[in-house]
């Protein structure tokens, strides 16, 4: 079973809608990270997490909100899509003692706004 | 600024040889630099790391090089074979500990049997 799990995979959303983007890991680790990939801009942090406590924001949190409901989970909201939130999303955690700040990535999730 | 870069976008390799792949960083304050693989449909995944207490660091296959003086890092991969096509991105820590990476863009990796 993969440690890092996003669902859904793929979506089509219209513009306006509201969408939530969701991020389970069974790594018991207490961070958590949001990226979106775009072709030729790599990948840019929207928000990450260090405890259930704790939101910050990244590099690209407009137009974007999360909640961390639980150590595990970790979900990316968009609260009215537009047309340039269409982009291949990641989660990542990280915590895993004696191994510095390597994240470990989910699958992602294709977002299509149309 | 802070940037991490990378000085090829994309590289052609034939199977069997060795592979270098190069990236530029501007913070001097960042300790911790990670190389990740990302193979079309999937997330990246974590290769190599190196501390900036460290110039060289070798894993199977791969050796990652920290050059602090002019602020570069390679990814030297050898005897390259066809699964190792992929895109590739170094990462920096900005901030020491707090786990916030910056990525590069990425170098496509294309092996050629």
């Known amino acids: 079973d993969a440690d890092v799990t996003q669902t859904p995979r793929n979506r089509i959303t219209k513009t306006g809608k509201r969408i939530m983007l969701e991020c389970s890991q069974t790594k018991g680790h207490d961070r958590m990270y949001w990226y979106r990939q775009d072709p030729g801009l790599g990948l840019r942090l929207i928000y990450y997490s260090f405890d259930v406590k704790d939101i910050n924001k990244g590099e690209i949190s407009d137009g974007y909100s999360v909640s961390r409901q639980a150590q595990a989970k970790f979900s990316l909201s968009l609260e009215s899509a537009i047309p340039n939130q269409t982009a291949l999303y990641f989660c990542a955690t990280s915590g895993e003692q004696g191994v510095g700040e390597t994240q470990y990535f989910g699958p992602g999730t294709r977002l299509l706004v149309l | ?113």
Not at chain 2, 35 to 58: A, C, L, T, V
Not at chain 2, 71 to 89: E, R
């Open chain 2, 1 to 113: 600024g802070e940037s991490v870069g990378l000085h090829l976008p994309t590289l052609s390799v034939q199977e069997g040889d060795n592979s270098i792949i190069n990236c530029a960083y501007s913070n001097s304050a960042s300790d911790y630099f990670i190389w990740y693989k990302q193979e079309s449909g999937k997330g990246p995944q974590f290769i190599i790391d190196i501390r900036s207490n460290m110039d060289k660091r070798q894993g199977q296959r791969v050796t990652v090089l920290l050059n602090k003086t002019v602020k570069h890092l390679s990814l030297q991969i050898a005897a390259t074979q066809p699964g190792d096509s992929a895109v590739y991105f170094c990462a920096e820590t900005v901030g020491g500990s707090q786990g916030n990476l910056i990525f590069g863009k990425g170098t496509k990796l294309s092996v050629k049997p």
